[in-house]
């Protein structure tokens, strides 16, 4: 009999419903997507515009409100899918917060 599948993440996913801007590095051309979950470690969001494995990306996370500073971090993507609808799924690596 098998173990429950249980998730095995060092750190959380949360939930964020956020735009988000992302910049190819070396690249003044910037594109938008939907920023789906995140983690300390990792972001999941969609987006319209086609990327690269081990590509890095400057990414900012919209919060919504005043109160809080756009998140801006550097990723790495490590899984993209396409979607039905010919969007993609980008999953990206953290490495660093600006």
């Not at 910049?23 to 515009?49: A, Q, R, W």
């Amino acid at each position: 009999m098998s173990a429950p599948n249980k998730d095995r993440r060092e750190y959380n996913r949360m939930r964020i419903d956020s735009e988000v801007t992302c910049k190819i590095d070396g690249n003044e051309k910037t594109f938008k997507g939907f920023c789906k979950n995140l983690s300390h470690t990792g972001i999941l969001f969609e987006t319209g515009e086609p990327v690269s494995l081990s590509q890095s990306l400057s990414v900012v996370i919209e919060t919504g409100t005043n109160k809080f500073r756009p998140l801006q971090a550097v990723i790495d993507i490590v899984r993209v899918e396409q979607q039905a609808d010919n969007n993609y799924e980008v999953a990206g690596r953290i490495l660093g917060f600006k």
